[in-house]
């Protein structure tokens, strides 16, 4: 079908370029409670995602406009030809400066194409549930997803890039009991593209331990202005804000005010320096892919080197905005460790949050917290799991203190630190 | 203006047929649901216009089978020949032979019972979306932005996004027969403000079961929202503690929605995972307190007139006069339980599960006045707007993030703003404290909701202004 589009774009008088990306999804999905499968489903979908470009003049400055739309393989070709035609129409009120659209690379990139594996899905269903040994606590629900990409993107340029991938994702609930017999629940994401039975076991093992520190968990006290430590997941949302800082849309849009060379800790650095890389090639990442949704090949690219922006990344429109170089757009971030142990991190008074409820970041202000659903208050002496309240601060104010762990891990679309210790956060106890 | 039907829809039914015909040779009973949703996005910001399609775009079929055990379901968007599907339900869902040698363990299903229904349904709109040119509306987002601009220096950026959708879907089962065609759009206002290195944002959603005609309610809050973004410059960190709060009618439906929405959601129940279930029929709220959800209940974003599992749209009564006396529930969920089922079986689209979900959530209005409640608070907020919340439903926890919140001193506004603000707690608590319930009702279904961190639906929510206690920080 997609030969049927090229074939309608390239007749059509109206339009100066288009970008198709052909994506075709096949997964299996079963869906559990507690160890018993309550539903099974299968998916073949397949979608055409269309961009047309029209460029026009106006007061002696070039624009592009463009439209994007679905194509479903349900229409025919009347169909498409008035998608295309529509859009090319609505693209001539898109007023954007111009911007060129990604050409072909000589240079052969690796794709990492991979066959579909949805027979080990029931094999990796059963090593979830093989940690659920405790009498205490189980797996209450699971949810299990295993799905293979196969992207093509063609343009009118004459890119034609194409790769295929396994990705699972997994969430799942984990229930345990304390001695009161009152249960608490905790929310779980994996989310991999190398499928290791040990990892899962291990990653529910861990789940399942933490719930039942949430299980015996007090109420977090009024403990004043003390540090705080995040570890864990939540690590990837904070780190991610710094990102946005250099994300070549934002500073464009101006809601981002940083320029290459700028230190997004600011001035007086009392702790570690941020390091953050782009990578799009984490292994057994979810978000790990070869080309963007433009066909841009993706390389890894130093965003922020001890807190000082050296280059902005995006996609190719923002990218020639700015004038620098596209780096494409990927969701893959790498943060370099800091200098100081987990244990030493902990030293002194202090709450640490593996937990929220909902982790909740503001690009745009800088503010971020969120309801503490399980951590632990060290008051000097005991370390006290505790679970209610909430915490709140904001980029400006914790930026040029923070103590990076030098402990690691991997996860979702992350590699580095496990815990940031902050300083100039609010604790609001339950 | 009649929404008109979807000729992909109409065209399809010969194939819808054809499968249900062959399927139900082998299952006791099977379903169908196809869609076609289409729509656009048109974003104006400072520096920048995108047009595409609406995120909510799609056009597809979910077949659902019982093989006498349990159910099983296939998403697809291809039309072959109506026999290659049947054989790839077999082989996919069904009659899996990986699934059959895996030992799994499965949860049995009775079969659906469905009464004989052949029914179909129009929405209506003030001005049909094609009726109003593409230029016209990228013209008139414009046009905002540039008023808003005209209203502050200080403004550094305004995002202006008005979007529309129109959903097509069929139900047909072994005895249903149903059609619906509606549109809904939505429209958002974002102004984002700069004051040294303090950077703020206000805002303001619109929505209904409209046309383009919200773009006149969108034009007419422009300086407000500006005005409000520069006021939050100045705004202070709010000194965490338990407060006297009034929540505004948006954040009273962001506590309907977190508190006793989500848990009230019969899927919560069958996996023993809302603590709701163990005190139905118990007082969970004060007096003050009658709650609703429902599809037919309001007229916003989330009302049809059958769900993605072919059950008709209802107003269920969740809270009666603070006692809990009903769920939501999908189909499934409700068989389980023995109860009947609401309408609240949705999917984010055909390629997605059914759940249990929202559809328009609010507390119903009372007399109190606004005026009488400020009066009565000797210290606390009014809470206004909010940029997202979240729920803990086995444990009863509330996460909700307000934009901003007024001071109250001695039953007067001092005009001091604290910003933002995270209101936390025990759900019973919260409720249970609503002391004064206000006359005014407003209902909002901008955004989307989600089932964990995934499966995203619309959902409207809402409510009168409400006097509580509440923790804030």
Same mark, same amino acid.
């Given at each position: 079908?997609?030969?049927?589009?090229?074939?309608?774009?390239?007749?059509?008088?109206?339009?100066?370029?288009?970008?198709?990306?052909?994506?075709?999804?096949?997964?299996?999905?079963?869906?559990?409670?507690?160890?018993?499968?309550?539903?099974?489903?299968?998916?073949?979908?397949?979608?055409?995602?269309?961009?047309?470009?029209?460029?026009? $003049?106006?007061?002696?400055?070039?624009?592009?406009?463009?439209?994007?739309?679905?194509?479903?393989?349900?229409?025919?070709?009347?169909?498409?030809?008035?998608?295309?035609?529509?859009?090319?129409?609505?693209?001539?009120?898109?007023?954007?400066?111009?911007? *060129?659209?990604?050409?072909?690379?000589?240079?052969?990139?690796?794709?990492?194409?991979?066959?579909?594996?949805?027979?080990?899905?029931?094999?990796?269903?059963?090593?979830?549930?093989?940690? $659920?040994?405790?009498?205490?606590?189980?797996?209450?629900?699971?949810?299990?997803?295993?799905?293979?990409?196969?992207?093509?993107?063609?343009?009118?340029?004459?890119?034609?890039?194409?790769?295929?991938?396994?990705?699972?994702?997994?969430?799942?609930?984990?229930?345990?009991?304390?001695?009161?017999?009152?249960?608490?629940?905790?929310?779980?994401?994996?989310?991999?593209?190398?499928?290791?039975?040990?990892?899962?076991?291990?990653?529910?093992?861990?789940?399942?331990?933490?719930?039942? /520190?949430?299980?015996?968990?007090?109420?977090? *006290?009024?403990?004043? $202005?003390? *540090?705080?430590?995040?570890?864990?997941?939540?690590?990837?949302?904070?780190?991610?804000?710094?990102?946005?800082?250099?994300?070549?849309?934002?500073?464009?849009?101006?809601?981002?005010?940083?320029?290459?060379?700028?230190?997004?800790?600011?001035?007086?650095?009392?702790?570690?320096?941020?390091?953050?890389?782009?990578?799009?090639?984490?292994?057994?990442?979810? /978000?790990?892919?070869?080309?963007?949704?433009?066909?841009? *090949?993706?390389?890894?690219?130093?965003?922020?080197?001890?807190?000082?922006?050296?280059?902005?990344?995006?996609?190719?429109?923002?990218?020639?905005?700015?004038?620098?170089?596209?780096?494409?757009?990927?969701?893959?971030?790498?943060?370099?460790?800091?200098?100081?142990?987990?244990?030493?991190?902990?030293?002194?008074?202090?709450?640490?949050?593996?937990?929220?409820?909902?982790?909740?970041?503001?690009?745009?202000?800088?503010?971020?917290?969120?309801?503490?659903?399980?951590?632990?208050?060290?008051?000097?002496?005991?370390?006290?799991?505790?679970?209610?309240?909430?915490?709140?601060?904001?980029?400006?104010?914790?930026?040029?203190?923070?103590?990076?762990?030098?402990?690691?891990?991997?996860?979702?679309?992350?590699?580095?630190?496990?815990?940031?210790?902050?300083?100039?956060?609010?604790?609001?106890?339950? | 203006?009649?929404?008109?039907?979807?000729?992909?829809? #109409?065209?399809?039914?010969?194939?819808?047929?054809?499968?249900?015909?062959?399927?139900?040779?082998?299952?006791?009973?099977?379903?169908?649901?196809?869609?076609?949703?289409?729509?656009?996005?048109?974003?104006?910001?400072?520096?920048?216009?995108?047009?595409?399609?609406?995120?909510?775009?799609?056009?597809?079929?979910?077949?659902?089978?019982?093989?006498?055990? +349990?159910?099983?379901?296939?998403?697809?968007?291809?039309?072959?020949?109506? #026999?290659?599907?049947?054989?790839?339900?077999?082989?996919?869902?069904?009659?899996?032979?990986?699934?059959?040698?895996?030992?799994?363990?499965?949860?049995?299903?009775?079969?659906? #019972?469905?009464?004989?229904?052949?029914?179909?349904?129009?929405?209506?709109?003030? &001005?049909?979306?094609?009726?109003?040119?593409?230029?016209?509306?990228?013209?008139?987002?414009?046009?905002?932005?540039?008023?808003?601009?005209?209203?502050?220096?200080?403004?550094?950026?305004?995002?202006?996004?008005?979007?529309?959708?129109?959903?097509?879907?069929?139900?047909?089962?072994?005895?249903?027969?149903?059609?619906?065609?509606?549109?809904?759009?939505?429209?958002?206002?974002?102004?984002?403000?700069?004051?040294?290195?303090?950077?703020?944002?206000?805002?303001?959603?619109?929505?209904?079961?409209? +046309?383009?005609?919200?773009?006149?309610?969108?034009?007419?809050?422009?300086?407000? &929202?500006?005005?409000?973004?520069?006021?939050?410059?100045?705004?202070?960190? &709010?000194?965490?503690?338990?407060?006297?709060?009034?929540?505004?009618?948006?954040?009273?439906?962001?506590?309907?929605?977190?508190?006793?929405?989500?848990?009230?959601?019969?899927?919560?129940?069958?996996?023993?995972?809302?603590?709701?279930?163990?005190?139905?029929?118990?007082?969970?709220?004060?007096?003050?307190?009658?709650?609703?959800?429902?599809?037919?209940?309001?007229?916003?974003?989330?009302?049809?007139?059958?769900?993605?599992?072919?059950?008709?749209?209802?107003?269920?009564?969740?809270?009666?006069?603070?006692?809990?006396?009903?769920?939501?529930?999908?189909?499934?969920?409700?068989?389980?339980?023995?109860?009947?089922?609401?309408?609240?079986?949705?999917?984010?689209?055909?390629?997605?599960?059914?759940?249990?979900?929202?559809?328009?959530?609010?507390?119903?209005?009372?007399?109190?006045?606004?005026?009488?409640?400020?009066?009565?608070?000797?210290?606390?907020?009014?809470?206004?707007?909010?940029?997202?919340?979240?729920?803990?439903?086995?444990?009863?926890?509330?996460?909700?993030?307000?934009?901003?919140?007024?001071?109250?001193?001695?039953?007067?506004?001092?005009?001091?703003?604290?910003?933002?603000?995270?209101?936390?707690?025990?759900?019973?608590?919260?409720?249970?404290?609503?002391?004064?319930?206000?006359?005014?009702?407003?209902?909002?279904?901008?955004?989307?909701? +989600?089932?964990?961190?995934?499966?995203?639906?619309?959902?409207?929510?809402?409510?009168?202004?409400?006097?509580?206690?509440?923790?804030?920080?």
């Amino acid at each position: 079908m997609i030969e049927k589009i090229i074939e309608l774009l390239s007749k059509s008088k109206n339009i100066d370029g288009w970008k198709i990306v052909d994506d075709v999804i096949e997964d299996k999905e079963l869906f559990f409670i507690k160890k018993k499968l309550d539903m099974n489903r299968a998916k073949k979908v397949r979608n055409f995602y269309l961009t047309v470009y029209k460029d026009f $003049d106006e007061e002696g400055k070039s624009y592009r406009g463009s439209a994007e739309v679905k194509i479903h393989p349900t229409m025919k070709e009347e169909e498409i030809k008035n998608v295309i035609e529509e859009s090319a129409y609505s693209a001539k009120f898109v007023k954007n400066p111009w911007y *060129p659209m990604v050409k072909p690379v000589a240079e052969k990139v690796d794709n990492h194409s991979e066959k579909q594996v949805f027979d080990e899905l029931y094999s990796l269903a059963e090593s979830l549930y093989d940690s $659920d040994v405790y009498k205490e606590g189980w797996i209450n629900s699971s949810e299990f997803f295993l799905n293979h990409l196969k992207r093509r993107t063609v343009n009118s340029e004459g890119v034609d890039c194409s790769y295929e991938k396994n990705r699972l994702f997994i969430e799942y609930i984990t229930t345990w009991k304390n001695k009161e017999k009152e249960g608490a629940e905790l929310y779980w994401q994996i989310l991999i593209s190398r499928f290791s039975k040990d990892f899962i076991k291990k990653r529910s093992n861990d789940s399942l331990l933490q719930t039942a /520190y949430r299980a015996n968990a007090t109420s977090t *006290p009024s403990v004043g $202005d003390i *540090p705080m430590i995040i570890s864990g997941e939540n690590i990837i949302s904070l780190m991610a804000m710094f990102l946005a800082k250099a994300s070549s849309r934002m500073v464009y849009e101006k809601i981002s005010t940083f320029d290459i060379g700028d230190n997004v800790q600011g001035e007086d650095i009392k702790g570690d320096r941020l390091s953050i890389t782009i990578d799009p090639s984490i292994e057994g990442s979810y /978000y790990s892919v070869p080309y963007d949704k433009d066909g841009l *090949p993706l390389k890894k690219v130093e965003v922020i080197e001890d807190g000082i922006i050296k280059k902005f990344w995006g996609n190719v429109r923002y990218s020639h905005y700015l004038e620098n170089e596209p780096t494409g757009s990927m969701t893959n971030i790498s943060v370099k460790t800091g200098n100081t142990k987990l244990d030493e991190l902990r030293n002194g008074k202090h709450l640490e949050v593996r937990e929220f409820s909902d982790f909740q970041t503001d690009h745009t202000t800088g503010d971020f917290g969120g309801e503490i659903r399980m951590g632990w208050y060290f008051n000097g002496e005991d370390r006290i799991p505790v679970t209610g309240g909430s915490i709140s601060g904001n980029l400006n104010d914790i930026k040029n203190e923070m103590l990076l762990s030098n402990e690691t891990v991997s996860m979702k679309n992350y590699s580095g630190p496990f815990a940031v210790k902050l300083n100039n956060i609010r604790i609001s106890g339950s | 203006m009649k929404v008109k039907p979807s000729k992909f829809i #109409e065209d399809s039914i010969p194939f819808v047929e054809k499968i249900l015909k062959g399927l139900e040779r082998n299952y006791d009973y099977v379903s169908v649901l196809g869609t076609d949703v289409f729509g656009k996005q048109h974003v104006v910001t400072s520096r920048g216009t995108n047009y595409n399609d609406s995120q909510w775009t799609e056009r597809g079929f979910v077949v659902r089978a019982h093989d006498g055990t +349990g159910y099983a379901e296939f998403s697809f968007n291809e039309i072959d020949d109506p #026999e290659v599907i049947v054989r790839r339900i077999n082989s996919n869902i069904v009659n899996n032979d990986v699934l059959k040698e895996s030992n799994l363990e499965r949860n049995a299903f009775k079969k659906i #019972e469905e009464q004989e229904m052949e029914e179909s349904f129009s929405g209506e709109v003030k &001005i049909l979306p094609e009726n109003v040119a593409t230029e016209e509306k990228l013209n008139r987002l414009n046009a905002m932005k540039q008023k808003a601009h005209e209203a502050s220096d200080k403004l550094v950026n305004f995002f202006a996004v008005y979007e529309e959708v129109t959903v097509n879907k069929l139900f047909f089962s072994n005895k249903k027969r149903l059609k619906q065609s509606y549109i809904w759009s939505q429209g958002y206002l974002n102004a984002v403000v700069r004051k040294e290195n303090k950077t703020r944002v206000s805002y303001e959603g619109f929505s209904g079961l409209k +046309g383009p005609e919200l773009l006149d309610e969108m034009e007419s809050r422009l300086k407000d &929202i500006v005005d409000e973004a520069v006021k939050l410059l100045d705004s202070e960190k &709010i000194k965490p503690g338990v407060y006297d709060v009034i929540c505004s009618p948006e954040v009273s439906g962001l506590v309907a929605h977190e508190a006793f929405g989500h848990g009230v959601e019969l899927d919560m129940f069958v996996k023993d995972s809302a603590k709701a279930k163990e005190y139905m029929g118990k007082m969970v709220a004060s007096e003050h307190v009658t709650m609703h959800d429902g599809a037919s209940a309001a007229k916003e974003v989330s009302s049809y007139f059958f769900d993605d599992e072919g059950v008709l749209g209802k107003d269920t009564v969740i809270i009666k006069n603070g006692k809990l006396v009903s769920g939501i529930g999908d189909l499934l969920s409700s068989m389980r339980l023995d109860v009947d089922p609401t309408g609240n079986g949705k999917r984010e689209s055909f390629e997605k599960k059914a759940y249990s979900r929202m559809t328009n959530t609010f507390f119903e209005p009372r007399e109190d006045k606004l005026e009488d409640m400020i009066s009565s608070i000797d210290k606390g907020y009014l809470l206004e707007k909010y940029t997202s919340g979240m729920e803990d439903p086995k444990n009863w926890g509330i996460q909700c993030v307000i934009l901003f919140g007024q001071e109250i001193k001695d039953g007067k506004l001092t005009g001091k703003i604290v910003s933002p603000i995270f209101m936390t707690g025990f759900v019973p608590d919260l409720l249970k404290s609503i002391s004064m319930v206000s006359g005014n009702f407003r209902l909002s279904g901008t955004g989307a909701c +989600g089932k964990g961190h995934k499966e995203f639906v619309k959902v409207s929510a809402g409510g009168p202004y409400i006097k509580a206690k509440a923790r804030l920080g």
